[in-house]
């Protein structure tokens, strides 16, 4: 993971504030889709489920 870190960490380095910018906009924006669909799916990125809710007096609802 270091060596992609290193390698894009260059790249950036590399490219115009105009474009660095924009490809710093698709990312977040695909991070956010992602994260999204993993609360929609209550699900972890490991794939594993997320635990139930703890019921309470407060969310018991009749």
């Given amino acids: 993971m270091?060596?992609?870190d290193e390698w894009l960490a260059?790249?950036?380095a590399s490219?115009?504030?105009a474009v660095?910018?924009?490809?710093?906009?698709?990312?977040a924006q695909q991070?956010?889709?992602?994260q999204q669909y993993n609360n929609c799916?209550?699900?972890n990125?490991?794939?594993s489920?997320?635990?139930p809710r703890k019921v309470t007096a407060r969310t018991f609802v009749r």
Avoid: I, T
């Avoid at 660095?20 to 990312?27: D, E, F, H, L, T």
């Avoid at 991070?31 to 992602?34: A, D, F, G, I, V």
């Fill in 2 to 4: 270091y060596k992609v």
């Fill in 10 to 12: 260059a790249l950036l």
């Fill in 15 to 17: 490219v115009e504030s």
């Fill in 20 to 27: 660095r910018q924009r490809v710093m906009c698709k990312m």
């Fill in 31 to 34: 991070l956010h889709r992602n």
């Fill in 41 to 43: 799916l209550q699900c």
């Fill in 45 to 47: 990125p490991g794939g």
């Fill in 49 to 51: 489920g997320d635990e």
